[in-house]
């Protein structure tokens, strides 16, 4: 019989990791709840219409579709052969395929306000923290399965929204303790008065999303792209341009504004980001403006950020998103304001776990092990064990009366900190022997205050 295996980009998380990545979402989770958010679920799977062309052409070819059941009914089996082909050439077919899993949070946190915006206090602050999947290339930081955050406001076009945002991002990377990281934001405006020097708002998305490659595969193969999507060699010129524009922060914006005119898009962007930048400066967020941000989806309208690791981990992106002044119009519901970010969980844990930034804190569930001497001994730690998980203290009896070498070993291999031996000695003196395996300290604690010695 083969080894089990599992699916390529997908992964089993053992009690260090998933005790790592709880420390992770619960830093997150406070943040968010502390400036006001609430929380959402949405169903792993939507309705594949609900997904399609939201995304780009890029981000529709990552879409996991799921194949509808009965399909090997044989009354339905003569009908579906064509539609078949069709999917087999990368198109759709409801009779073959309907759902899908969700590809990221956004869209269905859309398509949840399209549905229920008249019950829903305006504006709407939510977040939701629930796994998404994507059918990309697994690599370093990229997995078919992972992790989302997302922090979302609707129903206010306010700036101040994505100053919180980039507070929130701040917030969250100082608790977690992550030094280095820097938030990187543009806007969407520049993009769209760079497309209309380049011949037509209609350019806008071939632009950003070869724009969008531009970490991976350099400049020389975006213009290559670009020429092979059809702009014109002064375009490409243009937007060569664009992209090796120097300065920081509003020296950056003083010379865009002379690539990109008097635009009224482009001035609208240069207002919104010289305001952003100055206010997160104030508030000690790590902020950049970086002209080459383009974040390929389609749906984003105004500003847009990156959160960027630190330079020693090669692993770039750890977080991001925008504004999008009208996703809900796509299900019916226009002239609804959006903006929020995402955080990824998988990508962020890499970072930590990279640059050893993980608490001590997290490398156990189980502060104290109560060594097994024996039947009648066991009970006596019974009782004292569960006197101190009262007190919010969390121990284990070992199961059987086997040797202290075995026992000892257990501890080691789960971390356990704190060991307790009971015999025949200490029960008659109503205490117990209390060893530290870190410092090798041991000390006879009485039953009165072991509660208080080991809370300290």
């Known amino acids: 019989m083969s080894k089990p295996s599992l699916p390529s980009g997908t992964r089993d998380f053992s009690a260090d990791v998933v005790r790592k990545r709880r420390f992770i979402l619960d830093t997150i989770r406070t943040v968010f709840e502390c400036y006001g958010f609430e929380p959402l679920e949405t169903p792993a799977m939507e309705n594949l219409d609900t997904l399609l062309g939201k995304y780009g052409e890029e981000g529709d070819k990552l879409i996991f579709k799921i194949l509808n059941n009965g399909l090997d009914n044989p009354e339905k089996e003569k009908n579906i052969r ?202 000690g967020v790590p902020v950049q403006i970086d002209s080459t941000l383009a974040r390929g989806l389609n749906y984003y309208t105004g500003v847009i950020f990156e959160m960027q690791a630190p330079d020693s981990v090669k692993i770039g992106s750890i977080g991001g998103g925008g504004r999008y002044d009208d996703l809900t119009g796509l299900f019916g519901v226009p002239n609804m304001p959006g903006v929020g970010i995402s955080f990824g969980v998988d990508r962020i844990y890499d970072v930590l776990e990279e640059l050893q930034l993980f608490p001590s804190t997290t490398q156990s569930s189980t502060q104290v092990l109560f060594f097994n001497l024996g039947e009648e001994e066991a009970k006596v730690a019974f009782q004292q064990m569960q006197q101190l998980r009262q007190a919010g203290i969390s121990c284990e009896l070992y199961p059987e009366a086997v040797k202290f070498d075995k026992q000892f070993k257990y501890a080691e291999r789960k971390k356990i900190a704190t060991v307790i031996i009971m015999g025949d000695k200490e029960i008659a003196a109503q205490s117990a022997t209390v060893k530290n395996l870190q410092t090798g300290i041991q000390e006879t604690i009485s039953w009165t205050v072991l509660g208080k010695h080991l809370g300290n």
Not at 200 to 210: C, E, K, N, R
């Open 82 to 283: 064509e539609e078949w082909e069709k999917v087999l050439d990368g198109k759709s077919s409801k009779q073959i395929t309907e759902r899908a899993l969700r590809y990221d949070l956004t869209i269905p946190f859309a398509r949840y306000v399209a549905t229920w915006h008249q019950q829903l206090p305006m504006p709407f602050k939510r977040y939701q923290i629930q796994p998404v999947w994507r059918a990309d290339r697994p690599q370093k930081g990229r997995y078919r399965e992972f992790y989302q955050c997302d922090v979302d406001v609707v129903g206010s076009g306010s700036l101040l929204n994505e100053i919180e945002l980039g507070c929130i991002s701040h917030q969250i990377f100082t608790k977690l303790g992550l030094p280095g990281y820097t938030l990187r934001i543009n806007h969407r405006k520049l993009l769209m008065a760079l497309a209309e020097k380049c011949g037509g708002i209609d350019w806008l998305v071939p632009i950003t999303v070869a724009i969008d490659k531009l970490d991976k595969i350099g400049l020389e193969k975006v213009k290559d792209e670009l020429q092979l999507r059809g702009l014109s060699a002064p375009a490409i010129g243009s937007i060569e341009k664009y992209l090796q524009a120097k300065g920081d922060g509003l020296a950056l914006l003083q010379e865009l504004s002379q690539l990109l005119g008097n635009e009224k898009a482009a001035e609208e962007g240069f207002s919104d980001l010289s305001t952003l930048y100055n206010s997160l400066k104030e508030q």
